[in-house]
């Protein structure tokens, strides 16, 4: 076995440099815990980003998946197979839409959602020069239409042209998005609560009156949860708490637990607008990937995971508002159920890269946030063990 020097050393010399990963060679996980190469413990209030509603290595769901490893892995979209059916069937149900399509990531689903737009829009009035408004600090993925829709410019800039008829409105600022309104608008893509932007919910007022503006104009309105969709916020997807239901849903990261599969889903007529030939994905909701996600909606409702999620998240709640109070170097602390943001003063990354010595692993969000999003069946015990480490941190920063 090599050890975590040579280990990272062969990474950075054989991978495209696209991220500054920590030095840590991460080995094995149990629970709301990561063990690195050398044996070192961590707490992780990460979850792979989001990803890991259950915690690491959970018998059950291994086991399922190592059952349909050994029946059947991939057989292409040509054919059938029951997995998928399973995951179409629960994931439309639970969502309250009328049909899905699933994808290998976020990115992809986004993709999905915005192909659909314009389909849509094609089909209403033949037009193909439809316009889509996007909201400013929004993330939706890295590929180029997903990439089109994402309101950070830094991420755009060496790419261009960016995919045409995209606006930006402030998000929280329903004038700003009348204000884009024309004719060829045939869709408004939004993350229910904002994640990598900087963890921003919706306004009710403002999701609201985008449902409203969506409904007048005939436009639909894209939601997408991949960040905090799947109980994170403390309803399995977060419009849910705010009385609107969109047209067109996306969902990933927690959806396969680690098993990359992600979605995008539609109701109405938006639902039937994508005929063959339009759309289409070789490994997309594959066997595999699709025991992943009807396990993950099986061990939401054994485990009661959304009453968990509303009882232990305003422990969290109180944690960091303690730690605000306490550290002046924390301005403010802002979210929605297991998806939560500090805004400090200080580098993020700093704060990240004490924590990790500390053996707690967090991530940044927007320039000046550390994020919680931690495995959604933590504990109070974690939460303190959580603070207890990060005032360490804040103390000596
Ligand atoms: C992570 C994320 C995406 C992109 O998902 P990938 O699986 O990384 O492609 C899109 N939208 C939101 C809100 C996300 O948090």
Not at 64 to 80: C, G, M, P, R
Not at 108 to 129: Q, T
Not at 148 to 172: L, S
Not at 251 to 267: D, H, I, Y
Request: proline fraction near 4%; aromatic fraction near 8%; include cysteine.
């Amino acid at each position: 076995m090599s050890d975590s020097a040579s280990i990272m050393n062969m990474a950075e010399s054989h991978l495209i440099h696209t991220y500054n990963r920590y030095p840590i060679v991460l080995d094995h996980g149990d629970g709301v815990h990561l063990y690195d190469a050398d044996g070192k413990e961590y707490l992780d209030f990460g979850a792979g980003i989001a990803v890991f509603a259950f915690g690491y290595n959970n018998k059950e769901f291994n086991d399922a998946l190592k059952d349909q490893i050994d029946k059947l892995v991939h057989t292409s979209n040509y054919f059938y197979n029951e997995p998928m059916a399973e995951a179409a069937r629960i994931l439309t149900s639970r969502s309250g839409m009328d049909k899905v399509f699933f994808t290998n990531s976020g990115t992809e689903a986004i993709e999905g959602a915005v192909k659909l737009a314009k389909k849509y829009g094609f089909m209403k009035d033949g037009r193909n020069d439809h316009e889509i408004i996007a909201m400013d600090h929004s993330f939706h993925g890295r590929s180029m239409g997903a990439l089109a829709v994402t309101g950070n410019k830094h991420y755009q800039e060496a790419f261009g042209p960016m995919i045409p008829g995209i606006r930006f409105a402030k998000y929280n600022d329903l004038e700003s998005v009348k204000a884009l309104i024309n004719d060829k608008t045939i869709a408004i893509i939004m993350e229910t609560v904002q994640g990598e932007g900087g963890i921003y919910p919706a306004d009710p007022e403002f999701i609201k009156g985008v449902r409203q503006l969506c409904d007048e104009r005939g436009m639909l309105m894209i939601l997408d949860e991949i960040q905090c969709g799947l109980c994170r916020t403390g309803s399995l997807y977060a419009f849910e708490q705010y009385g609107v239901v969109p047209d067109v849903l996306t969902t990933a990261k927690a959806l396969g637990q680690g098993v990359p599969v992600g979605a995008f889903l539609a109701r109405g007529a938006a639902a039937e607008c994508l005929v063959p030939g339009d759309h289409g994905s070789t490994y997309g909701g594959n066997p595999l990937a699709c025991v992943a996600v009807v396990k993950t909606f099986e061990m939401i409702e054994e485990k009661g995971l959304i009453a968990h999620v509303n009882e232990i998240a305003p422990y969290l709640e109180e944690a960091l508002d303690e730690l605000a109070g306490h550290f002046d170097c924390v301005k403010e602390r802002r979210g929605k159920g297991l998806m939560q943001g500090i805004v400090v003063d200080v580098k993020p990354a700093d704060v990240i890269k004490k924590a990790l010595e500390e053996g707690l692993i967090l991530f940044a969000a927007g320039a000046d946030v550390i994020r919680f999003v931690p495995p959604l069946t933590i504990t109070r015990e974690d939460v303190d063990e959580m603070k207890e480490k990060l005032a360490c941190v804040l103390e000596k920063i």
